[in-house]
């Protein structure tokens, strides 16, 4: 109870401080800001060994024991990035896209250039047939983390499988290959079989 109180006082004095130095009314132009910055107090120790533990949990095939260890860190750090990613990857252990979806969507719209957020977000809009959300977010992504194999590769396979774009395919799936430490032969065959498609 006692450690409630004290983080209830660190976010009000954090909204305090935001407010102090936040415009009153629209911007210059008239409009409205978009966002207001969230405020995420930092983990303890103690949280952060719980959520080495949600991580452990979910390595050894326990999921429901993973989501019952990190809701003792939700309370406090809902919003925590950490915490929405370890969400996102309990839920789709569970067997829960949607609640990993909202988890995903939360965690991009505080930190938009989390690359493993937008990969993973990326793959569920795959599997819910948003391809053209799926590609924007890899597109949007590799901006920001342009050196990140996973992204190119999965950007690739939407290229190639669904938007039937040879070259973009061919590209990144070249580019997946140099950011890789040893050559993924099953790549290589994808490589050469896309320089005959596309000639």
């Known amino acids: 109870m006692k450690r409630r109180a004290e983080w209830g006082m660190v976010l009000v ?23 207001v910055a ?3 107090p930092a983990l303890d120790p103690s949280d952060r060994d719980r959520l080495e533990q949600v991580r452990a949990a979910l390595a050894g095939g326990s999921p429901a024991a993973a989501g019952r ?11 925590h990035p950490d915490v929405l990613m370890l969400r996102a990857m309990v839920a789709r252990h569970l067997d829960r896209p949607g609640r990993a979806v909202r988890a995903l969507e939360a965690l991009l719209d505080q930190s938009p250039q989390h690359a493993a957020a937008a990969n993973d977000l990326a793959l569920l809009y795959r599997q819910q047939g948003r391809i053209d959300q799926a ?24 290229s190639e499988l ?38």
């Open 38 to 40: 969230l405020v995420t």
């Open 13 to 35: 004095l954090g909204v305090l401080a935001g407010c102090a130095g936040m415009q009153s009314g629209p911007e210059p132009d008239g409009r409205m800001p978009d966002r």
């Open 69 to 79: 260890q990190l809701e003792r860190v939700e309370d406090d750090h809902r919003f």
């Open 135 to 158: 590609t924007a977010l890899l597109r949007q992504a590799l901006e920001a983390n342009p050196d990140r194999p996973q992204l190119h590769y999965n950007l690739a396979v939407l």
């Open 162 to 199: 669904y938007l039937l774009d040879l070259e973009q395919a061919l590209t990144h799936y070249r580019r997946y290959q140099s950011l890789t430490d040893a050559e993924d032969e099953e790549v290589a065959l994808w490589i050469r079989d896309l320089e005959r498609r596309v000639e």
